[in-house]
């Protein structure tokens, strides 16, 4: 099974966060197209914490209290993202550095741990290095799973 590929096709909740936080969250970014997740967020619940890289939670912040200041980060780092030249399509590197295999779902919230591992080869022979992992928490809302928050950027390996 490819990066690209839905792992849950045998359970609709881990199917449709799954899909919610690969498929479109990757389309979405490589287009800069924020209209495609805008409907993913639990906009009222919405935090974001920002990991910076450390191991230690005392180093974590509340970088993101609103969704409008995560989408303002998000937009930020797809635009400078889509100005860089690959030597390979955008969307395929950041599948196969992706990995999502596990959800923990209790009731109408779930617990997805988002995993990035790997390097997009760049124009210029160079790569971006793709190197952390990000906690998602989903909560069933009008019967669609919304992300309500994450930690991310955190240290993976």
Known sequence: MSHAENPFGNDADRYAIWDMLVTRDIAAFVTADWSMVAGDFDEP?????????????????????????YKAEWLRQAHETAAVKFAEPLAAGIHRATSLTEIDI???????????????????????????????????????????GFVGYMKYR
Not at 46 to 68: C, Q, R, V
Not at 124 to 145: A, M
Request: proline share 4%; with cysteine; aromatic share 14%.
């Open 45 to 69: 619940r919405f935090l974001g914490i920002h990991a910076h890289n450390s191991p230690n939670p005392d180093e974590w912040n509340a970088a993101f209290p609103t969704l409008a200041e």
């Open 106 to 148: 209790t009731g109408d919230v779930a617990l997805a741990r988002k995993k990035f591992d790997g390097r997009i080869a760049k124009a210029d022979g160079s790569f971006d290095v793709l190197n952390w992992q990000t906690l998602y928490f989903c909560r069933k809302v009008d019967g669609r799973w919304k992300i309500s």
